[in-house]
């Protein structure tokens, strides 16, 4: 028996640079798969469109910037973007930041995601047990809200979630 591996392609396009990134460490995927599990549960209650999770390629410019947010959102209205991969702008992205890619999703990434309008993006830090909501207005992102360690975040986007970050964090092992 011949057994096959197919490798995820883990590379992005920034700025017409292809850069690959490090597999998630434990608490990334942890947050993550928390994050996934609230947020798809309401968006499939009140049918508002569909989540996607990394690694899923989300176009914004053929060759120049093709990025994979460890999370998205796009809503059904806007559901001709999504074919094979997403082309086109998501109406959220959430990046999850491990040690090491905090330059790249709060900098570099931020950039890319304001460029294109992107109208909301969550910035989530397991480690200090954070996460920030970002909407665009004006060309910027203005800071919507944040929690840190307790507290309820909620999304413009998304419409009518509100998530206690506990949920998100806290997890029995």
Partial sequence: MQTIVRDLDLTEIIDGEEIMGPSP???????????????????????????????????????????????????????????????????????????GSYEIDTGIKKAIYEKYRVPEYWIVIPDLQTVEVLTIGNDRYDKRCIAELEGVITSKAIEGLQINIREIFEQPW
């Fill in 25 to 99: 460490f434990g608490r990334h995927q942890d947050a993550a798969a928390s994050l996934f599990d609230i947020i798809n549960r309401h968006v499939r209650q009140n049918n508002l469109g569909k989540l996607f999770f990394s690694p899923l390629d989300v176009i914004f410019e053929e060759g120049v910037n093709r990025l994979q947010p460890d999370i998205l959102f796009i809503r059904k209205e806007n559901r001709g973007i999504f074919k094979d991969w997403v082309r086109g702008v998501p109406d959220m992205v959430c990046e999850i930041i491990s040690p």
